[in-house]
């Protein structure tokens, strides 16, 4: 299944992109091995362990599924969270040495080059959505709520020790500014969930991972 996209992806660029049963299967393999990459990295986020599946050419250059014939509406929700959660491997894993040491100025780097990462998605997809749907918001919240839950995410990487009042006192100057920086973020979150009536709208047809993943 895992081969699905690469062979797919050929044949678009060979100009031999057609509507028959054996293009049809590979469009589902390829939509199905993209879900299975979320949601291996959605458990091994949230059980802590090291994801198996990789962001390598299976899921590369993705959004491109969004010009096959055979592509349909719920394909741009998938392919911008698989792009995302690719963004978030790279991130996860340049912190991933760093856990076991001292927070430190390279983690602060990165976590800003992260930041960049994410903001960049989030301007792409949120165009895109904006385009093709004349009442899009549901959809900017939730990829607006994906791109804040994933910062939120690996900011806490570098706000850990921090246990009580006490750390609090001896938190570095770029250690506090990302920890009232990640309050904010959680305040934006709240504020989307609770308060905007299109997405508790758009929320109440969520699959449970939807709300476990958040």
């Given at each position: ?21 054996k ?17 291996e ?22 959004r ?83 791109h ?34 990640s ?32």
């Amino acid at each position: 299944m895992h081969k699905a996209w690469p062979e797919l992806l050929k044949r678009m660029r060979a100009n031999k992109v057609s509507t028959s049963t054996k293009e049809r299967q590979l469009v589902i393999s390829a939509r199905t091995w993209f879900c299975l990459y979320l949601f291996e990295h959605q458990m091994s986020y949230g059980t802590g362990r090291p994801a198996i599946l990789k962001d390598d050419e299976s899921i590369w250059q993705c959004r491109l599924l969004l010009q096959h014939p055979l592509a349909i509406e719920d394909d741009m929700r998938l392919v911008s969270t698989v792009e995302l959660m690719a963004i978030r491997e790279r991130v996860h894993n340049n912190l991933s040495p760093l856990f076991e040491k001292p927070v430190d100025d390279h983690t602060f780097n990165v976590l800003r080059e992260a930041d960049l990462e994410f903001r960049n998605w989030f301007a792409t997809w949120d165009q895109a959505f904006s385009q093709k749907y004349e009442d899009a918001a549901f959809y900017r919240q939730s990829l607006q709520i994906q791109h804040l839950t994933a910062e939120l995410f690996h900011n806490a990487t570098a706000l850990r020790g921090i246990d009580g009042p006490e750390d609090v006192q001896r938190m570095p100057h770029a250690q506090r500014e990302l920890a009232i920086k990640s309050i904010n973020i959680g305040r934006q979150i709240l504020d989307i969930t609770v308060n905007s009536p299109a997405y508790r709208e758009g929320m109440k047809y969520g699959l449970y991972y939807s709300f476990d993943s958040r």
